[in-house]
Each structure stands twice: as structure tokens, then as C-alpha cells.
């Protein structure tokens, strides 16, 4: 197999290949024909008739006509940056990736991170969760590790996915409000389907109005595997914590700097690194051994639940550093596609239902956001490692396939690349036994929706569980059907009895009989006292 040479400054010397630099040089169409004249369209006279000849202003026009492409239907506001990434040391124990292994090592990413709701115009600093998704341009492959700034997630199965974000987004027939949570559509979805209370509570907290992308922690949220050398498979989630540690705005704060500065995020961000102060975040893995997974009291495969530390604590890998911003925002930062199913050799996926139904819809919007098939020719899409396949032609391919011969096995030569085996750095699936029934229906171990939103609201300091029940209070003040906001205190009555009872009193409503859940951890609530 091909040697791969990958370090820092590889992604941005293949990035220089396509950059244009007009400064210094002649202005020309795209066809290479010189301009003499950009500031009159060509016409009969000074006042005359504009000619359909002007095949400058045409293409000037047509060009900028055309610059728009549809924004992502969720997680559309964004900022990124170029960074790398290092090992501290092999983690061969645990995974055969082989940038996992050699710590002299520098392998580039490419980093974004977003809010969910918000269209690409919206304000960085609104209450929503927040997205961390890391591109690695391994010698292996690019590895996508698409997560969010919270642990947990609002479902449990892919299926559920539009019908929460139609939830969240504006409603269909006016398009406001903006903000994701305070309108009844989403409160109504929230309080007829459970689940979503783990995260409801993560989402109620500070983490939803982070201070600075650079204070912010990320989350794989899924269970994962890791597969060494042996092909031993034990199961992984991943954390990323800033070393600036994490922090939030206040509620006040993140309102007046929607109105004041839309672009809070994205400036501090874009700031920080031109000054050539870098964030870094440590990559921490949680590690679970098959076997002790039935042990664990939660369903791994359920993305509403998380692994205490206690049970398996956060062991430092790595280290991310982000040095670099983009040379361009609509070449790097919009039309970056990050995808689950890019994964490499040493890490798999496992049955989470929420995660499968990732594994297709990314691909399947970038079909028609970035316009067909081949957006994995883009340059920030481009792996380094190289690309040979029989894959051929459809709108905007870049790359002349070369031979004779477009399918595998031939015997004609020039196309036929090599299979690689495993030993080769060949992907091969993890090899999980399955058996079962075909049936639509949800585990009995992912029913517990109570218990872990009541160790999370417990675990707050007494001011974070008082920004918690503002938060509450604000947003449910904002629904105007009191059956949506007594459905959801009926919910809360089941976490804590603290929580329900201000809520309820915040809104002006009788609380319902509490009946919290007993989880073995911290003690109850403290806030308010
Ligand atoms: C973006 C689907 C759950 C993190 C997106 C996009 C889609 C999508 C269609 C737009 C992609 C693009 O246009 O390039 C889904 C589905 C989910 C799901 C169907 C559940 C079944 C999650 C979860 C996380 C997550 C659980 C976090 C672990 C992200 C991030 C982005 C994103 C970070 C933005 C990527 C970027 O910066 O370009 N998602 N998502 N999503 N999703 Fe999800």
C-alpha cells in the first residue's frame, strides 16, 4: 500500500493548490479573458440599450446569481478552524487506528462548531445545544467524530429525528420564533415523549449558553467500539474538554449579545487565533469491556443515557489544537461535510438505533447541499490518504478516471486497483454475532427516562440549579397552551420535587404531586433555599 505521509501542514499545502489569489494579477472571466472594463455594462450609447453580447456581465451576474447554497437543515450557523491533533502516547491497548499510536505524530483536523436550531444567519449566543464536530485527516482515512457540546441527546431512535427538529425549528406557518425553545411546538413534542428529559435538563442548564466555543466541552454521545490489533472489540465514548476549562454566559448576558453581537462565538473564536492564542481541548476516551457492559444499569445503546465516570472514569488520549482559521468561510467552513459513517480502521460503530439513522441521513443531505456526488472532491473534504476506486463521473466530478477497465475484478490493466487486507490497512466490520425478530420496538432497558435527569439536575452547584429553573420558568412562560406546560411539570414531579414545585410556582400553576425518582448519587436538590 501507498506510504501516506500526513502531518500539520499537509491539509493546507493540498488547501494552497486551489486557492485564487486575484491581488496582483490581471482581472478575467472565468474562461482566462482579460477584463478592460468591470464598471459599465456594454450598451448602444451612454444611455442606450444594454447588449445580450456583454458576456462579462453576464457571467459576472450569472456567477453571483448562483452563490447561494442551501444552508444545512440543522446545525446551519457555524464557525471552524484548522488545527492537529497528538496522541500522548500508543493507545495499541485499546485500538489499531494508527494515529492513535505514535505520539511524535501530528495528524490535521479540520473543527466546526455550531448551534443546532438557528438558521446561518442566527445568533450565536441563543439557548440551544451546541456542535463539536472534529474532520481527521488520518493516513488511514478521514475520521469524522461528529458530536455535541452535551453528553446526552434528545432521542433515542433516528426515526424520531424530524419530527424533534420540526419541533424546534420555527413553526411551519409564520417561521418565527427563532430561538429553539421558547414556542409551543417544542414544549408540546417534549411533553409527549419523555425521553427527551435527560437532555431537557442539560439543555435547561449554563451548558446551552457556553462563553466561548474555546470553553466548551464535546461529546461523541454515542457508544462506540474500539477494536485493537487482536480484533478485540471493547466499547468507547469520547470526551473533549477545553484546557481553558467550562464555561457559560448568564442568561442576560447571552440575550443582550444576541442583539449587540450575533457573531459573539465566531468573532472570539476567529480572534483568539489570529492572536495566536490557541484553544486546545484533551480528547478523553471512557472505556467498557463487553462483558461488563450488562452490568452497567443503562443500555449503552441508548443516546439518552451516559456512563458514569465513577463506573468507567475519562482516561486522557490526546490533544487538540486549533491554529489555524480558514482561508476562506464558504470553501472550508460552509462546505466541510462531516459524516459518522467516515470512520477508520481500530474504531467501529455499534446498534445504537439513533446512531444508524446518522450512518445515512449525513451523506444523504450532502447529496443535495453540496450538490451531487462528488463533494468528497471539495478540497477541505479531500482526504490525504489517497483515493483510487471505480467510482466515475455526475455533476461537478473533478477527477478523470484513467484506464480502459471501470469495474472490479478486470484483467484489462491500469484500472485494477489492489484489495487490502486487514494487515494492509483493509477495513474490516467488526464481526458482532446478531439473531432476533424483525419488529418496530423499543428495548425495555431504554425506558428509565427519570433517573439520569435527576443525578444530572442533583450534581448542580445551588446558583446552577436556580439558572436551571429560570431557564424553565422563561421558556415555559413563553408556551400559550397551559396542557403543554402541565404535561411537562407532570414530567418534572418525576425528577425532583424542588425542580417541579418553583417551576410550577414560576408559571402561576399548582404543582403536581412529586414523585421523584430515587437514583443512587448525589444528594436532592439544594437551590432556592
Ligand atoms: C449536522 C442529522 C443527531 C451532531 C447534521 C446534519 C444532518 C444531521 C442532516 C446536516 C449535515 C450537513 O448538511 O452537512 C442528524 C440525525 C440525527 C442527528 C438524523 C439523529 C438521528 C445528532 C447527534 C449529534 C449530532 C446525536 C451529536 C452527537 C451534528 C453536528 C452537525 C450535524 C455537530 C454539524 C456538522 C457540521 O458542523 O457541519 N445532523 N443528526 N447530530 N449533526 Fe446531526
Redesign the pocket.
Known sequence: PDAVHVDEKSKDQQLAKDRSEPTGNFLTTDQGIRVEHTDDSLKIGARGPTLLEDFHFREKMTRFDHERIPE????AR?A?AHGYFQVYESQAKYTRAKFLQDPSKKTPVFV???T?AGSRGSADTARD?R???VKFYTEEGNWDL???NIPV?F?Q??????DI?HAAKPEPHHEIPQAQTAHDSFWDFVSLVPETMHMIMWIMSDRAIPRSFRMMQG????TFRFVDEKNTSRFVKFHWKPLLGTHSLVWDEAQKLAGKDPDFHRRDLYEAIEQGDFPEYELGVQILEEADATKLGVDLLD?TKLIPEEVAPVIPVGKLTLDRNPTNFFAETEQ?????ANIVPGIDFTDDP??Q??L???L???LT??GGPNFAEIPINRPLAPVHNHQQDGFHRQTSNVGRANYFPNSLGGGCPFLASQQQGGFVHHPEPVSGKKIRERAASFNDHYSQAALFFRSLSAPEQEHLIDACRFELGKVETKAIQERVLEHFAKIDALLVSAVAEGLGLPAPKATPVTPKGPPASKALS
Do not use: E
Open positions: 444545512r437543515v440543522v446545525h457555524g471552524g466546526r462548531f455550531s443546532v445545544v456542535g463539536f464536530a461528529v458530536g455535541n441527546f432521542i431512535d433516528g426515526i424520531k429525528f424530524p427538529i461529546f461523541g454521545v454515542h443516546a466541510v461535510a462531516f459524516c459518522v439513533l446512531m439513522a446518522r445515512f441521513s449525513y444523504d443531505t450532502q447541499r453540496l
